[in-house]
């Protein structure tokens, strides 16, 4: 009886035996496995930061989740610049195409003198005078606008009177020196007969 339950005894101390040598061994398995998938997300994250920095991508998303703000700057002064611009642009365009209609009117009737049967010879002459002098006036003022323009200023509109002797230029300039106005009465002076007194120069903004 007493050697039988020492058997008994031995089995159970051998079954506790093996429970604990699988603990230990699921215990190390895990701390394992554990270990290698730290390693492994390590990697991962390591071999991820790399690809970031050293591609498109990162400047891809940078550059669509910039502030806003920064943006918004960007297009109201840009949009503020464009306005000012067209206004300008429209301004002058205008005044162009208003002095054209002016003088395209003006050589229609100085035509039609001459063209007609009723008006004599003297009428005929002095029509014919009118339009050489108004076309020289045109090609001067096309002139002055080019050599002006020349100087750095955006936008230039030179309206010469019907005599030659009196020109307004109207300039689109950030600013209107002394030096510049002097270059513009010299250019007026060189295309017609006039002194700086009647040369008038007004800047647009």
Known sequence: M???NEKETGKEKLSGLMTEDEIRKRKSRKRKTVISVFVFLLAV?????????????STKVNSITSPVKTLGEATFVDASAEIKENTENEYFSSARLERQQTRDEALDKLQNVIDSSDEDEEAHKIAAEQIAILSANIENENK????????GVNNVLAV????S??????????ELTDELILQIKEIAVSQINCSFEN???IQSN
């Open 160 to 163: 010469v009177n019907e005599d």
């Open 165 to 174: 002797t009196r020109v307004d230029i109207i300039v689109d300039c950030e």
């Open 144 to 151: 002055i606008e080019t050599l002006v323009e020349a100087k």
């Open 199 to 201: 040369i008038t120069i």
């Open 2 to 4: 007493d050697e039988f």
């Open 45 to 57: 994250g390591i071999g991820g930061n790399w690809y970031w920095e050293n591609s498109d991508i």
